[in-house]
């Protein structure tokens, strides 16, 4: 075995950990975008599309190769801006803090009486 | 390839981004920013390829980029947020489409001097083909299903697993000489050849309900077809990326089938939803009826409680009805009634899907409850609006250990003190499961499409 794949496969084995890693705690609210962002992260074929369309010498090579780079094109620019359009209606709201502190406080409002209601 | 030092370096960048960018997406507050950080990682890692040394045909390289991304962003520009699923599974085909064939012309290249090439070229050239191929016409065939132009049922046939054994045999087989041939191109068009029925065929007997969970899967897929490329061509900003949507989607996928409290073995294989087909009858065997209201007798009696939980489902996203849904919620708070909503983790046909439709509605983010919040509110609730949802609010899932969906976590809609159901029929949900919750005294049903429910409702509310 090489150790140009002996790297290769250290850092396939690390990327696996840091994938799980920086995801484990993910609210609900986010899994679709989430998965859309994701999801065009691995348009990063386009690279390897790049990379055979550049070194392409026959017609199919050509064909294939175009097709691969609008492709992948298509994946992480469709991806990203679908994925910005959602985040973007999460976060129109007036004021997210205000909304978090009002909601905190309305709980309370509520806890009190609730507790009111089982003395009662 | 003849990297240089700048190349490296604009590749170790662009990960960082990547890696930077997903953290940032799993926090609300910092989504937005993540979605950015990983774009530019995307930005830097294209650029350091289009000005690496000795590649040809650069005009046309770019050429493809912009139609590529002007497609894209053409697509995703106007889109509904109802279309979302399939959105995210078309843009995934297209990635899988892309590795695969990359990988293909890869092996291609290594079958002409295979052992200049070696053995990781022909071995992930051969992996990415599969992986690539199976995500391409597995998310096509989810984009059918999703689009309604495929059947949303389950395909099931007797002989159904054998088919698909011998697929995978042949499909596996085909790659192993493939490989031990050294790079013979004759098993590698076999391979094509199991792998692309294949890919529809582990597609085609999931039921639609469980196509969000099946898109997660094949999203992973595409990025380990991504990160198989990577080793073909050495390059270490496509294992890293590929791998990290490999693993968060794996993840991503495990979560979800927990939402559902089920394994991802049987979300694949059991078929979830054909023949299920339990009778319309309780179970003494005599088939009950459910109580209709009227339009007007739903509006007073929404006008005239204290607490109200609206609980949406795909109905009312299909409907388009969540604006009707926002103002009507909006008229009843005028009139002083306690609005919220109760959103299930599998509401919708993505997870969190019926968040973004009601943000997008303009949905105040502080009236949406998630299930552990509001679960105990609704026995202290009037009533229960179940507009479009079915088996999220069935109380089937606590009660009834011979239901396919005993132990999802639900809803409990039917504790509130009385429950209105806006449905178009009385056909049962995805899954295909009677509900009794419907056959309740204390539950009516209002009939019709979503949106013209709504509307009624509404009308009748400000003739009040």
């Known amino acids: 075995m090489n150790g140009a794949l002996l790297a290769e496969l250290y850092v396939f084995v690390l990327a696996i950990f840091v994938g799980i890693e920086v995801i484990s705690k993910v609210p609900v609210v986010l899994h679709t975008p989430l998965m859309s962002g994701t999801n065009a992260i691995h348009g990063i074929v386009v690279v390897g599309g790049i990379l055979v369309l550049g070194h392409a010498t026959t017609m199919l090579e050509m064909v294939l190769g175009c097709t691969a780079v609008a492709f992948g094109a298509m994946n992480l620019s469709g991806g990203f801006f679908v994925t910005d359009r959602m985040l973007e209606m999460f976060k129109k709201k007036p004021s997210d803090k205000k909304a978090a502190a009002d909601k905190l406080a309305a709980d309370r409002r509520e806890k009190d009486r609730r507790a009111g209601e089982r003395r009662s | ?464």
């Open chain 2, 1 to 464: 390839m003849s990297e240089g030092l700048f190349h490296h370096a604009a590749y170790l960048l662009a990960s960082i981004l990547f890696i930077i960018g997903l953290k940032r997406l799993s926090s609300p507050a910092t989504a937005r920013s993540g979605n950015l950080i990983a774009s530019y990682g995307m930005a830097v890692a294209v650029l350091a390829t289009l000005l690496l040394p000795g590649l040809a045909h650069r005009p046309l390289i770019v050429g493809m980029l912009l139609v590529g991304t002007a497609l894209g962003i053409a697509g995703a520009r106007t889109v509904p947020m109802t279309d979302m699923p399939q959105m995210v599974a078309l843009l995934n085909g297209l990635g899988g489409g892309g590795a695969a064939l990359v990988s293909i012309l890869e092996f291609q290249a290594a079958s002409v001097d295979p052992v200049l090439a070696g053995p990781t070229a022909i071995v992930s050239g051969v992996l990415g083909t599969i992986i690539g191929m199976l995500s391409f016409v597995g998310s096509m065939v989810a984009v059918g299903k999703l689009t309604g132009k495929l059947s949303e049922k389950p395909l099931q046939f007797p002989g159904i697993q054998v088919l698909n054994g011998l697929l995978f045999v042949g499909m596996v087989g085909s790659g192993v000489m493939a490989v031990a041939q050294h790079a013979s191109m004759m098993w590698f068009l076999s391979l094509l050849a199991f792998a692309t029925p294949f890919g529809a065929m582990l597609v085609l007997p999931i039921g639609g309900a469980d196509m969000p969970v099946v898109i997660s899967l094949l999203n992973s897929f595409t990025g380990l077809a991504a990160a198989a490329t990577g080793f073909v061509l050495g390059n270490n900003t496509l294992i890293i990326s590929g791998t990290l949507v490999g693993a968060s989607g794996t993840l991503l996928t495990q979560l979800m089938c927990k939402a559902m409290n089920r394994s991802l073995a049987n979300v694949l294989f059991a078929g979830f939803g054909a023949g299920q087909v339990a009778a319309a009858a309780g179970p003494g065997g005599v088939k009950k009826a459910v109580r209709e209201v009227s339009m007007d007798d739903a509006a007073v009696l929404l006008a005239n409680v204290q607490s109200l939980i609206i609980v949406p489902g795909y109905g009312m996203a299909v409907a388009q009805a969540q604006h009707g849904v926002r103002e009507l919620a909006d008229l009843l708070a005028k009139r002083g009634v306690d609005v919220k909503y109760a959103i299930h983790p599998v509401a919708g046909r993505m997870p969190g899907h019926m968040n973004v439709l009601l943000a997008e509605a303009n949905v105040p983010y502080d009236q949406l409850y998630d299930l552990e919040q509001i679960n105990p509110d609704f026995e202290r609730t009037d009533v229960a609006l179940i507009i479009g949802a079915n088996d999220v609010v069935n109380p089937a899932a606590r009660t009834d250990t011979s239901s396919p969906i005993y132990g999802m976590p639900i809803l409990d809609a039917d504790k509130s003190k009385y429950v209105i159901v806006i449905k178009r029929s009385m056909n049962p949900g995805f899954a295909g499961i009677e509900n009794e919750l419907y056959y309740d005294p204390r539950c009516s049903m209002l009939f019709g499409d979503a949106k013209k429910a709504i509307g009624g409702l509404l009308e009748a509310l400000k003739a009040l």
